[in-house]
């Protein structure tokens, strides 16, 4: 059985700081998706990683992916306020060419203090 | 806007009823996926289909069911409900098998579901 584990959980930060969010995986995928969820909201989708050594870079949000490793990333760069939410990173465990099915961590609730 | 939409967006119901929950995929998109969300369980993969055809199944209970019409919308069909039924579901689409590579899976806005 396919698990996907986040670390950490809960992340204060302060305004400006820098941090990374840890996204392990147990077995072999070929893609690795990074969403961010509001309170009561829908799910956001913010990169999909489809290979060893992807990096992805939206604003102060950057993504990497090591297959080797099972191993993601969420390097955010200079928080700011807006930035808080819960990130959830997700693997595809289907290995179907018609969809995906994907396994979700339990995602990681971030708060960007002043 | 994800271009994925659901009905209802709330439900409240008694135990042991039944409801449906409704989903159009974005224009185009072949793939329909639910998710349940809830706090002890998180987020968990129940179903997939494919233009019209079931193509993986995750944790989805037996009194669950879902189907996927030639216009390619979706429904979940939840029965005999239970307290712990009680959870947010969403509705997701994605594209069809040439855009698989560089596929995202767009959810929508979710139902809320409240089983009392």
């Known amino acids: 059985e396919l698990k996907v584990e986040q670390n950490p959980l809960f992340l204060s930060m302060q305004e400006g700081k820098n941090y990374t969010i840890y996204c392990n995986y147990s077995t072999t995928s070929d893609r690795l998706y990074w969403y961010r969820q509001d309170p009561g909201k829908s799910l956001e989708s913010l990169f999909v990683?489809?290979?060893?050594?992807a990096v992805k870079q939206e604003g102060r949000l950057m993504a990497s992916l090591d297959t080797k490793a099972r191993l993601s990333t969420l390097h955010i760069t200079a928080a700011v306020h807006d930035l808080s939410a819960t990130y959830f990173c997700?693997?595809?465990?289907?290995?179907?060419?018609?969809?995906?099915?994907?396994?979700f961590g339990k995602g990681t609730s971030l708060l960007v203090t002043p | 806007d994800s271009g994925v939409t659901q009905t209802p967006k709330h439900l409240i119901t008694a135990t042991g009823q039944r409801v449906t929950l409704r989903c159009s995929p974005r224009?185009?998109?072949?793939?329909v996926y639910w998710y349940q969300q809830s706090l002890d369980q998180g987020l968990q993969f129940l179903i997939q289909?494919?233009?019209?055809?079931?193509?993986a199944k995750g944790n989805i209970l037996e009194r669950f069911s879902a189907q996927q019409f030639p216009d390619l919308h979706s429904e979940l069909n939840l029965s005999s409900l239970e307290l712990g039924d009680s959870a947010l579901y969403f509705c997701?689409?994605?594209?069809?098998?040439?855009?698989?590579?560089?596929?995202?899976?767009?959810f929508g806005e979710g139902s809320w579901l409240t089983v009392v």
């Open positions: 224009s185009g998109d072949l793939s």
């Open positions: 990683l489809l290979s060893n050594g």
């Open positions: 289909y494919y233009n019209g055809e079931e193509r």
């Open positions: 997700a693997v595809d465990m289907s290995g179907s060419n018609s969809g995906y099915a994907l396994n």
């Open positions: 997701a689409s994605s594209g069809g098998l040439r855009q698989r590579l560089t596929n995202t899976i767009y």
